[in-house]
């Protein structure tokens, strides 16, 4: 089953703050994230693999909330070079690779 | 020093036609993927081989075949091509099979079909 993002798309200028969230109607063992730049492959962020876990490195973070299988992906003080779109991939029981959602558009303008 | 290397970059064909797409990995991982993402950038896992073993075999027409010599290379090969196969394939390896290992894509391809 694949997790639901939103939003679908988040427009910023450059300073501004984004939550991207990521939920999952299946128990969650497992929250990917990942950065798709236009034209580019996707680049690795983040795992998160325990509910409670929250990580980061430098202004963009992320939390688990597995008691309801979700995620949320926070840009704090966006720059320019934070535009793209971010997937959300989870695992759950029995799954051998992450279910991605659909993506979220991120346009940070200057 | 590339990771994950695909070949060709792009790839534009009629339709009818056959061809492939190579991949390598040079992290020493076990585990590789072929994803298709079409226009509306859905990421779509098509295949995945673990230590040369097929681990997953997505709901994909059979004019597609995964194979993997060893485990540093998954090729895809596509037959009688057609128009809705025109997407972006990515590659993209893991260090073991499991929903808790990163995964590490290649540049793409991205195939055309006229």
């Known amino acids: 089953q694949q997790p639901v993002q939103s939003p679908q798309a988040v427009i910023l200028r450059e300073g501004e703050d984004a939550v991207i969230n990521c939920s999952s109607s299946k128990a969650l063992y497992s929250v990917h994230w990942y950065r798709q730049k236009h034209g580019e492959a996707p680049v690795f962020l983040m795992i998160l693999l325990k509910g409670g876990e929250q990580k980061g490195h430098d202004k963009i973070s992320a939390s688990f909330n597995e008691k309801k299988q979700q995620s949320s992906l926070y840009l704090t003080a966006s720059q320019l070079s934070y535009s793209g779109t971010y997937f959300c991939?989870?695992?759950?029981?029995?799954?051998?690779?992450?279910?991605f959602g659909r993506g979220t558009s991120l346009i940070v303008h200057p | 020093d590339t990771a994950v290397s695909q070949t060709p970059k792009y790839l534009v064909t009629q339709m009818g036609n056959d061809k492939s797409i190579k991949c390598e990995q040079n992290l020493g991982h076990d585990t590789m993927y072929w994803y298709k993402q079409d226009s509306k950038k859905f990421l779509k896992i098509m295949f995945s081989?673990?230590?040369?073993?097929?681990?997953i075999n997505e709901t994909v027409p059979n004019r597609f075949s995964p194979k993997s010599p060893d485990k540093a290379h998954l090729n895809l090969h596509i037959n009688s091509l057609e128009l809705g196969d025109s997407a972006v394939y990515f590659c993209?390896?893991?260090?073991?099979?499991?929903?808790?290992?990163?995964?590490?894509f290649g540049p793409g391809t991205r195939l055309t079909v006229l």
């Open positions: 991939g989870t695992g759950s029981g029995g799954s051998y690779i992450p279910t």
């Open positions: 993209a390896s893991s260090p073991q099979r499991g929903p808790h290992n990163e995964q590490f």
């Open positions: 081989y673990n230590n040369k073993e097929l681990i």
